[in-house]
């Protein structure tokens, strides 16, 4: 009588792998898409930074020298921007010494 209450089953090896190897894979999946994330959020960070180093450049120059600067060459000698170029293509188009320079930055690779 004193066994009442317990119940005197065994439990499946088998089963109590597939439910280690379940959670794992869970928290594998978890992890995975935590990394992915915080990926995706750095890349647009360093678009934004890139972006706001060119325009502080252009601006910089501008301010010191009265037009803007003629090509994206001037900046990295003068101003020393400086950028991954294997990763981003930076187009610089000039529009005249007194109108800001349209700048457009695709990242390479097929992202954007």
Do not use: W
């Amino acid at each position: 009588m004193s066994r009442r209450f317990i119940k005197n089953r065994q439990t499946s090896y088998l089963r109590n792998v597939l439910i280690s190897i379940a959670l794992f894979l869970a928290i594998f999946g978890f992890f995975s898409y935590g990394i992915v994330s915080v990926q995706k959020d750095m890349e647009k960070n360093e678009m934004e930074t890139l972006q706001s180093a060119v325009t502080r450049d252009i601006t910089r120059c501008y301010a010191q020298e009265g037009t803007y600067p003629e090509s994206l060459t001037y900046l990295k000698k003068h101003y020393g921007l400086t950028y991954n170029s294997s990763k981003y293509f930076v187009d610089y188009q000039p529009l005249g010494a007194n109108i800001m320079p349209d700048v457009t930055i695709i990242r390479k690779g097929g992202g954007n």
